[in-house]
Structures are given as structure tokens and as C-alpha cells.
């Protein structure tokens, strides 16, 4: 009823303002478990996607959301369980992902939708990066589930880090055709499965979005941005320094007056 409520709110109101274009809507089943696995650009793409589809779509979200104190973490807390979204932490980390797995084919035994984000985390730079195994693929074997591919289009664009106010634009959503795993079915725990079942997975969301493909994961490459970021301010701040210092003279004689100076100039 709360998730009905929030779709009339939430959604609606996010179609009026933005009016996303959709592709694919044919491939979302009517009723029955699917999982709809997506690229992530912005924090927005949990609440788009939703809002174009008749069904309801649990995502996984982080506990911080749901566990925040005061009357603010009350109201945030409600709002992400009236859109849906599922409370895992993911600071424990193997249990985390575990923790994950359970809530994932909780909602599919259900024969409900189950949205994951295989990169495991926002892109830094709007490129498409490697998909994690072990989440995706696991519950994907385990439900027997179809995998649904899906790609946002342009949502970082809407609101950028750091920017307060959304811009008002058309982002877009294309879904793909679902793909089905059961070929691997008792094969959950092979490593070599997961991977093969992950790529596939990616590269189907690669040419829906049309997005750079990047083999390495998105966690890895935002520690190295962040890492070039911090090199580059301290290169910025010694540049300053050494501008600031390059006025004086400190070599052994500035300390002599000027009569000093003539005087060996003689």
C-alpha cells in the first residue's frame, strides 16, 4: 500500500517533471520473479526505473539510509522502504554480501522484481565498469530466475556531485531481452560460472547503453581518482609555496645592506 502511494507521489511526479524515454518495456514479465540488472549512474536511477514500470521493484540499499537518528533519519528511513528498497550492511563485508544474496531471493520467492547493480556501486565517470560476481550471478542460479538487462542513459547528468538543484532533462531507460542461466543451474558456486554469468550479463548492458567498457571494478577506480586528486592538490599547494618563496633572495649575501653590497662591488 506505502509502495502504491509512493509510486503515485514519487513516480509520477518524477515523470511529469523529467518525462524519461523507454525502450524494452516489453520484456518486463507481467507477473513472476525477474532480476533487473542495471548499470548505475546516479543516485536517481533506484527511483526512474520504478517510476516507468507497472510492477513493483525491490532494490538493495545501504543500512546508513535506515538507521540514521532524529525526526530527518525517520522520515529517510521511510521514504526508502515506501520505494521499495531493501536495508543490508555493507560494512561486514562477506556477510554483507550473503546478507545480500538472502534478501534478493526473499523478494524473487515472492515472484516479485528484484533490481541489482552489478558494479557494485555508482560509476566515478559515466563509463560502464566490471561486474562483481558474486551478488548478480549467485542469486541468479539459486532463483533460476531470469536476468533482465537494463540501461539508464544520462541520469548522472541530471544531478552531478555537488550540485544541489536537478536539471531538468530526459534521461532514458533501455531494456534488453532476458537472459536465461539454467544451463548452469547446481553450478552456483563455481567461480568460473559467476564470472562467465557477470560478463554476460555486462556486456549486454554495454551495448544497450553504449556506454566505454572498463575491466576493472568501479570501487578500484574511484580509489585511483581519488588518489590523483589528492596528488594533484598537493603538487598545486608545493607549486603556490615555491611561487610565494620565489621572490626572495635567500642566498648567503641577503642578509647584507646596501653599503655592504657596494662595497664588493668595488
Not at 70 to 77: I, M, R
Not at 161 to 171: E, Y
Not at 219 to 225: C, D, G, V
Amino acid at each position: 500500500m506505502f509502495y502504491g502511494a509512493m509510486k503515485l507521489s514519487v513516480g509520477n511526479g518524477l515523470k511529469l517533471a523529467f518525462r524519461p524515454w523507454v525502450e524494452g518495456l516489453e520484456h518486463i514479465p507481467s507477473e513472476g520473479p525477474a532480476i533487473l540488472a542495471s548499470n548505475h549512474l546516479s543516485f536517481s536511477d533506484s527511483f526512474f526505473l520504478p517510476a516507468v514500470l507497472d510492477r513493483k521493484v525491490t532494490f538493495i540499499a545501504k543500512a546508513e539510509y535506515f538507521t540514521s537518528p532524529g525526526v530527518k533519519g525517520k522520515l529517510t528511513a521511510a521514504f526508502f522502504k515506501g520505494v521499495g528498497q531493501l536495508p543490508v550492511d555493507r560494512s561486514g563485508g562477506r556477510g554483507a554480501g550473503e546478507a545480500a544474496i538472502r534478501s534478493g531471493l526473499e523478494v524473487l520467492e515472492r515472484g516479485e522484481l528484484f533490481g541489482i547493480y552489478p558494479e557494485g556501486t555508482r560509476s566515478p565517470d559515466g563509463r560502464l565498469y566490471r561486474g562483481k560476481p558474486g551478488g548478480l550471478a549467485r542469486v541468479a542460479l539459486l532463483s533460476g530466475a531470469p536476468v533482465i538487462p537494463v540501461a539508464m542513459i544520462d541520469t548522472e547528468k541530471i544531478q552531478p556531485p555537488g550540485k544541489v538543484v536537478p536539471k531538468l532533462m530526459r534521461p532514458g531507460i533501455r531494456i534488453g531481452a532476458p537472459l536465461d542461466f539454467s544451463r548452469y543451474q547446481g553450478m552456483d558456486n563455481d567461480r568460473f560460472i559467476q564470472r562467465s554469468v557477470t560478463d554476460e550479463v555486462m556486456y549486454e548492458i554495454m551495448r544497450l547503453s553504449g556506454q566505454e567498457y572498463v575491466d576493472i571494478y568501479a570501487t578500484a577506480a574511484k580509489r585511483q581518482i581519488a588518489e590523483a586528486a589528492k596528488k594533484q592538490a598537493e603538487e598545486e599547494k608545493a607549486a603556490k609555496s615555491r611561487a610565494g618563496d620565489g621572490g626572495r633572495d635567500d642566498g648567503p649575501d641577503s642578509g647584507d645592506g646596501p653599503d655592504e653590497r657596494k662595497k664588493r662591488a668595488a
